[in-house]
């Protein structure tokens, strides 16, 4: 049995028990019987805080739980075990909501792993062979199929090669690379077959780092610790105190218990649960999951936001920027006939120029005789007109621009743009534009998380410095590191952190390692389960930015509620306890009492489970 299920067993025994006891009280078969139950529903209670005591003050920590074992110890060996049974009651429902709050804050690295390759293609004089990652050496020439990932870090050895390395440095579009290049493992081949050779084994490229700097970083997470905790050092000896200043100023042992009892700090257990449980329901609601109540505490007091670039403060894909057309042609006509055409492609830039033909509701044509050029464009035939669309050396060759097209050309030359250029028969008709554009509720989320009291923003990109600044000109930050690795945004991510608590926002697998890092890793998982999910504490589960301010702002009225309801629970039972040592109240009518103090504290702390932008805590 797992200490979740028998948390749940011990608080059926104690109200089972509770129940049992009141019931032979009721019919008459004697107190005796009636105290026995009640003493025997609170001894596994008993017993099971004292080992998890024990344990826990093995490990150096002490905790506020102490109270509660003295009242329920005291009230046995005092002949009050209705009392006991009750404090029992509070304690072992209190741990109940604070297993179901937590829930699990780690994930493994399923996602990860899944995706790691497996074979490689090793190519020998006389034919190529399928072997696992593990057997490859460096220096063996592999082949690279199209659509396959890069089974270890290498060498191009063909002329060039298109590669899809999203994965790894967040990139959305294509990158051309040249024989002599460096290859990753881990990115894509968004073109044709190539060949490459070996530079380092698996367990030493680029993605199996990337799976082991997740691993690292999650394991050294700090351990959720209950907010009580942190009073325990104050509360046991001041509760000890008053109850043994109650019993030599009276002489009654008994006044001494009532004390311990009212004394029990199940507002303290209580409190911060419940109305980590409400936050986590509202975000939620929000579309925000927090991975458990750890993540939510750890969100309010981020001072820091580090964003990745590209998925996150950008769209994070090939979105058409502008359209240049030949003099005497209609803009929309040439986009209609394009995308016409990009029917036919499995290119990273056809869906989105379909969805933007779509989108000015132009009526699409079938595609004829199409031939895809991979890495380089495609021909075909649209409307019984010849088209050609894709790099200015598949579609122009040698020929130079036409006048109307140089400025244009000029414009974006030190952008990181991709132009595709469409002929119609032998004349070029238009340039199309694409890149990754700005999140329009950009500028919003960062003015709303400064005013939530983020002091300090940080963009990380693996991008180079020029397409860094491009995007950031328009935006509330403070620094801008660009050309990070993921080992980079890691030392980025740490070396932030040490001087403030940091929420690192990212989307892509390369975000993965600096989200386990930070002190809260903020997932943008619209796009589907990613290993940035699996390393993240929140998932924003909308592709938006703007749920990243919402969740600080659930986060900090969530903690101050639980702050709140802690306040003012041990105020209440701090004026209970005068009144148990002045002999006001037995210690039963203190447990009921403690009972009516929980009670409003659970309703002060559900109210997390609102809006509160009315009324915030």
């Known amino acids: 049995m797992n200490e979740s299920a028998l948390r749940r067993a011990l608080l059926v025994i104690a109200i089972v028990g509770l129940a049992l006891g009141v019931g032979v009280w009721r019919t008459g078969f004697g107190s005796l019987e009636a105290d026995t139950i009640w003493m025997v529903a609170t001894l596994?209670?008993?017993?099971?805080?004292?080992?998890?005591?024990?344990?826990?003050?093995?490990?150096?920590?002490?905790?506020?739980?102490?109270?509660a074992l003295v009242s329920m110890?005291?009230?046995?060996?005092l002949g009050q075990p209705l009392a006991a049974v009750v404090v029992a009651i509070m304690y072992a429902g209190g741990t109940v909501l604070e297993d179901f709050a937590r829930g699990r804050a780690e994930r493994n690295l399923k996602a990860l792993t899944d995706r790691s390759p497996r074979v490689a293609h090793r190519k020998s004089t006389h034919a190529t062979e399928t072997i696992p990652i593990e057997e490859v050496a460096v220096g063996d020439a592999l082949m690279v199929r199209a659509g396959?990932?890069?089974?270890?870090?290498?060498?191009?050895?063909?002329?060039?090669?298109?590669?899809?390395?999203?994965?790894?440095?967040?990139?959305?579009?294509?990158?051309?690379?040249?024989?002599?290049?460096?290859?990753?493992?881990?990115?894509?081949?968004?073109?044709?077959?190539?060949?490459?050779?070996?530079?380092?084994?698996?367990?030493?490229?680029?993605?199996?780092?990337?799976?082991?700097?997740?691993?690292?970083?999650?394991?050294?997470?700090?351990?959720?610790?209950?907010?009580?905790d942190r009073f325990a050092l104050f509360l046991l000896p001041a509760t000890l105190l008053?109850?043994?200043?109650?019993?030599?100023?009276?002489?009654?042992?008994?006044?001494?218990?009532?004390?311990?009892?009212?004394?029990?700090?199940?507002?303290?257990?209580?409190?911060?649960?419940?109305?980590?449980?409400?936050?986590?329901?509202?975000?939620?609601?929000?579309?925000?999951?927090?991975?458990?109540s750890a993540a939510l505490e750890a969100l309010a007091q981020v001072r820091t936001a580090i964003f990745d670039k590209t998925g996150t403060l950008t769209i994070g894909g090939a979105e058409l920027i502008e359209i240049e057309a030949a003099p005497g042609r209609n803009t929309d006509h040439l986009l209609r006939l394009l995308a016409s055409l990009e029917q036919a492609s499995h290119h990273v830039l056809a869906d989105s120029i379909i969805r933007a033909?779509?989108?000015?509701?132009?009526?699409?044509?079938?595609?004829?005789?199409?031939?895809?050029?991979?890495?380089?464009g495609l021909k075909g035939r649209v409307e019984n007109m010849s088209i050609a669309a894709g790099s200015r050396a598949l579609v122009l060759a040698d020929k130079p621009l036409p006048k109307w097209a140089t400025s244009g050309d000029e414009r974006y030359r030190d952008e990181p743009v991709l132009r595709v250029f469409v002929t119609l028969g032998k004349h070029l008709a238009g340039i199309f534009t694409f890149g990754d554009a700005l999140r329009p509720d950009a500028r919003d989320a960062l003015a709303n998380l400064r005013s939530a009291g983020i002091?300090?923003?940080?963009?990380?990109?693996?991008?180079?410095?020029?397409?860094?600044?491009?995007?950031?000109?328009?935006?509330?930050?403070?620094?801008?590191?660009?050309?990070?690795?993921?080992?980079?945004?890691?030392?980025?991510?740490?070396?932030?952190?040490?001087?403030?608590?940091t929420m690192m926002v990212g989307d892509g697998i390369n975000d993965a390692p600096a989200l386990a890092a930070a002190t809260v890793g903020v997932?943008?998982?619209?796009?589907?389960?990613?290993?940035s999910s699996e390393a993240a504490d929140v998932i924003i589960l909308a592709?938006?930015?703007?749920?990243?301010?919402?969740?600080?702002?659930?986060?900090?009225?969530?903690?101050?509620?639980?702050?709140?309801?802690?306040?003012?629970?041990?105020?209440?039972?701090?004026?209970?306890?005068?009144?148990?040592?002045?002999?006001?109240?037995?210690?039963?009518?203190?447990?009921?009492?403690?009972?009516?103090?929980d009670v409003a504290v659970i309703l002060n702390a559900l109210r997390t489970l609102g809006d509160g932008r009315l009324g915030r805590a």
């Open 44 to 67: 596994p209670v008993v017993a099971a805080l004292a080992i998890s005591i024990l344990r826990d003050f093995w490990i150096g920590r002490f905790g506020v739980d102490a109270i």
């Open 73 to 77: 110890s005291a009230a046995l060996l």
């Open 357 to 376: 033909a779509r989108g000015r509701q132009l009526m699409l044509s079938h595609p004829h005789d199409v031939r895809e050029y991979r890495g380089a």
């Open 455 to 501: 002091t300090r923003m940080v963009m990380l990109t693996g991008d180079d410095g020029a397409a860094a600044k491009h995007v950031s000109s328009g935006l509330d930050l403070d620094v801008i590191v660009a050309d990070a690795v993921p080992a980079d945004k890691v030392a980025t991510v740490e070396a932030e952190k040490a001087t403030a608590p």
């Open 242 to 292: 008053v109850s043994g200043a109650a019993w030599y100023i009276s002489g009654d042992p008994i006044r001494a218990l009532a004390v311990l009892v009212v004394a029990t700090p199940c507002p303290l257990i209580l409190a911060a649960p419940v109305a980590f449980i409400g936050g986590v329901s509202r975000a939620a609601r929000a579309g925000i999951l927090m991975k458990g």
């Open 543 to 597: 592709d938006r930015l703007e749920p990243v301010a919402e969740a600080v702002r659930i986060a900090q009225r969530t903690r101050a509620i639980a702050l709140q309801s802690i306040v003012v629970g041990l105020a209440l039972s701090a004026v209970a306890m005068i009144a148990a040592a002045m002999g006001q109240i037995t210690p039963v009518a203190g447990a009921l009492l403690q009972e009516g103090i």
């Open 148 to 228: 396959e990932l890069l089974p270890v870090d290498g060498i191009l050895l063909d002329a060039s090669a298109s590669l899809d390395e999203s994965a790894v440095t967040g990139e959305p579009l294509p990158v051309p690379r040249s024989a002599g290049d460096t290859l990753r493992s881990g990115t894509v081949n968004a073109g044709e077959a190539f060949s490459m050779r070996t530079s380092a084994l698996a367990e030493q490229s680029t993605y199996a780092a990337i799976v082991r700097m997740v691993a690292a970083a999650q394991t050294v997470k700090a351990p959720f610790i209950r907010m009580a």
């Open 523 to 531: 997932a943008m998982g619209a796009r589907g389960a990613t290993a």
